[in-house]
C-alpha cells in the first residue's frame, strides 16, 4: 500500500502546531488543546523517526484515505482501539448518509431529454461524484467524475466538487470557461495529490450536447447506425490551476444516447483478472439503441455482473446513460 509523502503532512503538522501554540496562548491550556499538541508532536516525531503511516500495534501501512483524512491517526483499521472502532462506524455511516442525500434524482426528464444512473459505492461511502442541474432555458448540465483515491476522503472530494459545480453552474458560463474555473477551484483547495477525472456536458432541448471529457474513460454515443467514443479532451480537473479544456460538440437523434461510465465498470475484473473493458460494454450498447435510458444502464450492469460472476467489485461503480426523446 503506498504510503503518504512525509513533506506535506509535516508542512501541516507544523503548522498545526503553530495554529495550537497560538490559540494556548490566548485561552490557556485547555486539557483538550493540551492533547492535541501533545498528538501532533509525537507526529513530527513518527516523520523524523521514519515512521509515521505506519500501525502502531502491527507496523503495517495505515490506509492512505484516513490519513489524509487525519494525519494524527496511529492505528490501522484492524487494530483500532474499540472506542475508536465505534466511532469510526458512526462517522462512516454520517457519511454515507451525506452523501446519499447530495446526489440528483436517478431518473430524470428534461425538454426532450430522459437521464438514468446507477451510483454503488465500493464501501459505505465513494469518490465517484454524479450530478445534473438544469437551467431556466431548458438546457441542462450533467456530471460524471472519478476523485483520486477511495474511501472518507474521496467522499470528502466527491461533496466538494458537488458544491463547486453547483455554485459554478449558476452563472452559466460556456463549458470550457466552467471546466477552467473549477479545475483552478479545486486546484487551489485540495491537496497536490488530489485530482478528478471528469466528463462535463451540457445538453440544449434542440438535440446538441457540447462535451469536456477531463482525463475520464471515453463515453460512449449510441445511435442506429453504431457506436461513436469521445476522447478526452484535457487532463484530469485540478492537476494544475492553469488547465484549458478544449470541448466535442455532438447533436443527438431521437433514439440515440450517451452512456458514460467510472473506471470502476471498465476495469472490474472476473475470477481469471481479465478487465471488463470498453470493448464489452460498447457490444452490450449495440444493441440497446432506442432503449430508456433505465433500461440501458440496467443491460449493462447485468452484463458487468454477469462477467464479475459474484466477485467482489475493487471500486465504485457509476453509469449514467442520457436519451434523446423528442425532435
Same mark, same amino acid.
Given at each position: ?18 495554529? =495550537? ?14 492533547? =492535541? ?7 513530527? +516525531? ?20 484516513? %490519513?489524509?483524512?487525519? !494525519?494524527? #491517526? ?7 482501539? $474499540? ?11 454520517? +457519511? ?7 446526489? $440528483? !434524482? ?8 430522459? =437521464? ?15 450530478? @445534473? ?58 491537496? !497536490? ?15 446538441? #450536447? ?8 471515453? !463515453?460512449?454515443? #449510441? ?11 484535457? %487532463? ?14 455532438? @447533436? ?5 444516447? %450517451? ?19 470498453? /470493448? ?11 432503449? /430508456? $435510458?433505465? +433500461? =440501458? ?24 446513460? %442520457? ?5
Amino acid at each position: 500500500m503506498e504510503q503518504v509523502s512525509v513533506f506535506p503532512v509535516r508542512e501541516q503538522l507544523i503548522d498545526r502546531r503553530q495554529r =495550537l501554540e497560538h490559540e494556548i496562548g490566548r485561552v490557556g491550556p485547555l486539557p483538550d488543546l493540551a492533547h =492535541l499538541l501533545k498528538e501532533v508532536d509525537a507526529a513530527l +516525531a513518527r516523520v523524523s523517526a521514519g515512521t509515521y503511516g505506519l500501525c502502531e500495534t502491527c507496523g503495517a501501512p495505515i490506509e492512505r484515505d484516513r %490519513l489524509i483524512a487525519d !494525519p494524527l #491517526v496511529r492505528f490501522c483499521l484492524d487494530d483500532l482501539p $474499540p472506542s475508536e472502532q465505534r466511532a469510526l462506524e458512526r462517522d462512516l455511516l454520517l +457519511a454515507a448518509d451525506i452523501q446519499r442525500a447530495l446526489l $440528483p !434524482p436517478a431518473d430524470a426528464s428534461f425538454d426532450g431529454w430522459r =437521464l438514468n444512473y446507477i451510483y454503488r459505492p465500493y464501501r459505505l461511502v465513494s469518490g465517484d461524484y454524479c450530478d @445534473h442541474v438544469s437551467t431556466p432555458s431548458g438546457d441542462f448540465y450533467f456530471m460524471l467524475g472519478d476523485v483520486t483515491g477511495k474511501g472518507v476522503a474521496a467522499s470528502m472530494l466527491m461533496a466538494h466538487l458537488h458544491a463547486m459545480f453547483r455554485a459554478l453552474v449558476l452563472a452559466r458560463p460556456s463549458l470550457d470557461v466552467l471546466m477552467e474555473r473549477a479545475s483552478r477551484a479545486f486546484c487551489e483547495s485540495t491537496l !497536490p495529490t488530489h485530482y478528478a477525472t471528469l466528463v462535463c456536458g451540457r445538453a440544449t432541448t434542440t438535440g446538441d #450536447v457540447e462535451l469536456c471529457n477531463a482525463g475520464h474513460p471515453s !463515453p460512449l454515443v #449510441v445511435r442506429a447506425s453504431g457506436i461513436e467514443t469521445v476522447e478526452s479532451t484535457g %487532463l484530469p480537473l485540478g492537476m494544475f490551476s492553469s488547465e484549458q479544456f478544449g470541448t466535442t460538440r455532438l @447533436h443527438l437523434d431521437p433514439g440515440d444516447a %450517451l452512456l458514460i461510465f467510472t473506471d470502476g465498470v471498465v476495469e472490474a475484473e472476473d475470477a481469471a483478472g481479465t478487465q471488463y473493458g470498453v /470493448e464489452r460494454i460498447a457490444r452490450v450498447a449495440t444493441g440497446a439503441h432506442g432503449l /430508456e $435510458p433505465a +433500461a =440501458l444502464v440496467d443491460s449493462c450492469s447485468r452484463d458487468l455482473a454477469a462477467f464479475v460472476n459474484g466477485r467482489p467489485y475493487a471500486d465504485d461503480v457509476t453509469m449514467m446513460a %442520457l436519451r434523446r426523446t423528442a425532435a
